[in-house]
């Protein structure tokens, strides 16, 4: 075995274009929320059109939901980080997801999110 080659497992190389996806648990923050969606602050611009998964969370409570991305826009910052408003619809709310979101909306503050599940 040579210094350039310390794998030990063979590996198949892929002629073309392969894609592929990733679910992340990543903490975002979350701007404005209604009964219909949200805007999110995100270091990624996600797929317009594409679906996500969210973990909602405020206190005690936490609620999955499920939302298509609808706008993706660069947010400016004085750091040197980029960033990305992403305006997000909420797909099949449940019962408790929906009323966990409209008693957060009675509220001052919003929930904070997690990205994937």
């Not at 590996?11 to 679910?23: S, Y």
């Not at 619809?89 to 957060?104: H, I, T």
């Amino acid at each position: 075995m040579t210094l350039d080659d310390r794998r030990s497992t063979s590996r198949l190389e892929i002629v073309g274009q392969a894609t592929g996806t990733l679910d992340a648990l990543e903490p975002l923050s979350v701007r404005s929320l209604s009964p219909e969606g949200m805007l999110i602050e995100s270091p990624n611009p996600l797929e317009v059109g594409s679906v996500h998964e969210f973990r909602l969370v405020r206190g005690t409570t936490s609620v999955c939901v499920r939302a298509a991305v609808r706008q993706v826009s660069p947010l400016h910052q004085p750091s040197a980080e980029r960033y990305f408003l992403v305006d997000l619809e909420f797909r099949d709310l449940n019962a408790q997801s929906r009323m966990a979101v409209e008693g957060w909306l009675g509220r001052t503050s919003v929930p904070s999110i997690q990205k994937g599940t």
